[in-house]
């Protein structure tokens, strides 16, 4: 029976529920700052190198010539495979992180910050993401400049966002032409170019005007037309929430109502809500429509976990304590149905838990438990560590074909004051676009990790980031008890740092730049390169070792990178010999890795004759003051002793 000429009654109840819910229970009104304070807080945040824009009229008076310099990321897009690392067994899913941390645009994101008290969230391990979509409730979210830097230094995408709500007006003026084109197609492409970032998130929460009959064909129009003015480099995903049928009816899947958004856009970005039976409605109509399952990505709330939230319940997969520490039981599902994941909110774990040493990653120790969760249904840890967004999301190899650098420097350096016979760290300094390649050391980096388990004495390897009062990374070794798992905990004889893929013909060369430690304790210690031979695609039987038992203290090493094999695909370091004692025992400190060209010269620049002056616009000197700004500019300064550019094949 041909079933489409019956009306959607589950469709109209809901329409009705909303406009009952309308009248009955009407949402109290919150007035906000005025129009004319929200205009003065922009201008300010402008200053620091935060754009948005809060209505239509501030987007239309927008031109290229408003762009300042230093609202612009000076980071191109590292080009890196688009292949998993060698390593990686079973399916896996493509990583769309959502921002939305705390309203977004704050100062430690902006081009001056000031000195904290303690690290608020960035993204340590970039490597494991797809995408970066920066999220907050403005009508146009620019990134912010830093966030688009150390996104593209390690290769990741970053979207901005295109926010309409329930209570944003005059929603008609997104139809505006001029010239025959869309103003706000041009408008935002130009954004994108002009400050340097990858694209948009598209997300329309209001119901289409009921005076305008042809919505759904134009918004259509519309997201064709921006994703040409993009061009081919630059990604539009639309978020699940606008029907064609033009109400907000949220599918959490693929289907009909929003199939012709999502193929117009470059991919979609589901509800939360999904099910089972979703992924397999989902499938079955990207199939029906020719779209590939890669272009889908299904949204998980964080916040779902949290039960005693204000508002209705907050669900997303699995039903049952979903979100939270179980995020990765939603990426495991994914993952072996072919689809991307989209996971809001993923500072949850700095607004939610109660310190910050917390927050960097559920596997150190039990966490507190904040008064929000259901105290019935706690974050079940044991079953997070065992699940964690790394197991299933698809890993990217560290740099592109022919570059890697990193010198260990993280989003947040300490901040140190220096007393008689003493260095005290008092705070940390924000340096959000300075941060550079990661290694992937959770639960590595946790040296108490032994002291919570039994089992037969093992040597192993540990390492830990800024030891010291300047970027690095230190290696340890110890004797202890672990579990039968031991690559969860540690790793006897040898650590990796970094997965690679770059070709050993011999064209590139490795430069590390390190302090070795005292290793008279009957400890040796270096460096090793793992290969891949192409041909069968496998890992060569024993790891290129380079040994440092010559060295000692300050030492810069030069590696050919040439091996028959074919690929490098590994770096790390090893350690061999009985440390003969229990407690850690540093190997080594690393400074800087670098791989390049074989001959291809480093250039070091200087900068001097810095000027500062007031910014116009409406900015004053109690804003702005001069010694201020000086004072920021020398801390930034600081934590690169120079500044160093080099170029890549």
Known sequence: MD????????????????????????????PGPSPE?????????????????????????????DIDPIQQANQPLLFRHSSQVHDDIGSKTKLTLCHDYKGGYHDYESVRPDPLSTELYSCKYLQFVDTFIYFSHK??????????????????????????????????????????????????????????????????????????????????AFILELRGNLGEDKAVIWYDALTVEGDVYYQNGLTP????????????????????????????SATAAGMSTSKIFFGIDVWAQNTNMPGPPRVTYPAEGGGGTNTGLAMSTLSTCGFG????????????????????????????????????????????????IVQYAHEYPAGSETF??????????????IKPKEIQTVGCLPCLGSQDPLPNLLPLSARDWAEDHKGPITRVLYAELGMGSYPSLTVFTKLAGCY????????????????LNMPADGSLEAKIELEVKDTSAGTNCGIYLTYMDTSSQSLTDERNRIPLGKYYGNAAIRIPIHHSAGRLVELGVFSDGDPGVSAPLSLMELSRIVIKPRGLL????????????????????????????????????????????????
Request: positive net charge; glycine residues 4%.
């Open 257 to 284: 109502s929003n199939r012709l958004y999502a193929m117009a856009a470059d991919g979609i970005f589901t509800n939360y809500k999904w099910t089972d039976k979703h992924l397999a409605s989902t499938k079955a």
């Open 404 to 417: 890697f650098e990193t010198s260990f420097t993280q989003a947040f350096q300490p901040q140190n004051t």
């Open 3 to 30: 079933t489409s000429a019956f009306p959607d009654w589950r469709r109209i109840g809901h329409r009705i529920g909303k406009r009952l819910k309308d009248v009955l229970d009407p949402q109290p009104t919150n």
């Open 341 to 388: 994941s989209a996971v809001f909110a993923p500072a949850w774990t700095y607004e939610h838990f109660s310190t910050s040493d917390n927050s960097h990653g559920l596997s150190r120790k039990e966490p507190s438990i904040a008064e929000q969760v259901n105290q019935s249904r706690p974050h079940h840890t044991y079953f997070y560590k065992r699940n964690p």
């Open 602 to 649: 480093r250039k070091d620049f200087k900068i001097w004759n810095i000027r500062v002056a007031l910014p116009t616009g409406g900015a004053t000197a109690r804003d702005y003051s001069p010694p201020s700004m000086a004072t920021r500019l020398a801390q930034q300064l600081h934590l690169h002793q120079f500044l160093h550019s080099t170029a890549s094949a």
């Open 37 to 65: 304070e929200c205009k003065a807080q922009r201008i300010r945040d402008s200053f620091k190198g935060l754009v948005y824009f809060d209505n239509f009229a501030e987007v239309e008076a927008w031109s290229e010539s």
């Open 484 to 499: 039968e798992e031991a690559e969860e905990k540690g790793t006897p004889v040898c650590l990796r740092l970094f997965k």
């Open 139 to 220: 009508l146009v979210c620019v990134p912010p400049p830093s966030w688009s830097n150390v996104l593209h230094r390690n290769g990741s995408k970053v979207l901005g966002t295109f926010l309409i709500e329930p209570q944003t007006d005059d929603v008609e003026r997104l139809m505006l032409k001029r010239n025959g084109k869309y103003l706000l197609a041009t408008r935002l492409a130009e954004m994108a170019t002009g400050y340097g970032f990858d694209g948009w998130l598209l997300n329309v929460e209001k119901d289409a005007p009921e005076d305008y009959p042809r919505w759904s064909q134009e918004l259509t």
